[in-house]
């Protein structure tokens, strides 16, 4: 038969204190041996030793969080975090006036989520906002070119989520709807009529030829008589 052998009484379950069977830590980022801590300061009857016990599990608490060290008001923060831990029961002379225990337990408002609504949604928050915007200018070229970039989006964006591109008749009504009709687009405007797939070789034609003349896309003939780039 096989010998069974027998865990050390260290070892052994009932000894064993796991967390979930303890108190629940007021301030967790401190850690069960702070907690303890305040508690064991808490049942000291001198009270000069007990102000040095809290001294030293202040200086405790500010090592735990070094990443705290250039807060303003750092001192002060641990003393208050040091009587919550209490729940406010350590009678001890702190250097900063205690704060209400309503304060420190008061749970934070929630933040309100923006609610808009939006009928079309595939344009984006952002290019309706500018598309309002841009009906509150007045008549000028600028108003006129922004006008034109607004249009060219519009029909980038209806093209990322749908496989068919968005009638011209279309982006003129959505674009007087959103404008709330201060913008009426010409039905013969060049963007209009395009087809996008033209739009977007045209500016890629226009970037490779910029970095042809010695943009970022290449190295001038200069640098190369010169045997800057010899192997």
């Not at 850690?31 to 102000?51: K, S």
């Not at 087809?195 to 290449?218: A, F, K, N, T």
């Amino acid at each position: 038969m096989k010998k069974v052998l027998s865990l050390p009484q260290f070892y052994k379950t009932e000894n064993m204190e796991y967390n979930t069977s303890q108190k629940k830590l007021e301030m967790p980022e401190y850690g069960r041996n702070v907690h303890e801590m305040v508690q064991y300061a808490m049942q000291i009857e001198d009270r000069e030793q007990r102000n040095n016990v809290a001294y030293t599990i202040i200086g405790v608490m500010s090592r735990l969080t070094p990443h705290l060290r250039d807060v303003p008001d750092l001192k002060h923060k641990l003393w208050n975090h040091l009587l919550t831990i209490s729940d406010f029961k350590l009678d001890i002379d702190a250097p900063y006036p205690p704060p209400p225990c309503n304060e420190m337990v008061e749970k934070p408002c929630l933040v309100p989520y923006p609610q808009s609504f939006i009928r079309q949604k595939h344009y984006g928050k952002i290019l309706i906002e500018m598309i309002r915007e841009t009906g509150k200018l007045e008549e000028s070229p600028q108003r006129e070119r922004l006008v034109y970039l607004l249009v060219t989006q519009m029909r980038k964006s209806h093209l990322a989520w749908n496989r068919s591109e968005l009638a011209a008749e279309q982006i003129i009504q959505d674009f007087l709807d959103i404008s709330e009709g201060k913008i009426l687009l010409n039905p013969e405007m060049k963007i209009l009529t395009e087809p996008l797939r033209d739009i977007h070789s045209y500016s890629q034609g226009q970037s490779s030829q910029s970095h042809g003349r010695g943009g970022h896309g290449g190295f001038s003939k200069k640098k190369k008589k010169s045997g800057m780039y010899k192997k």
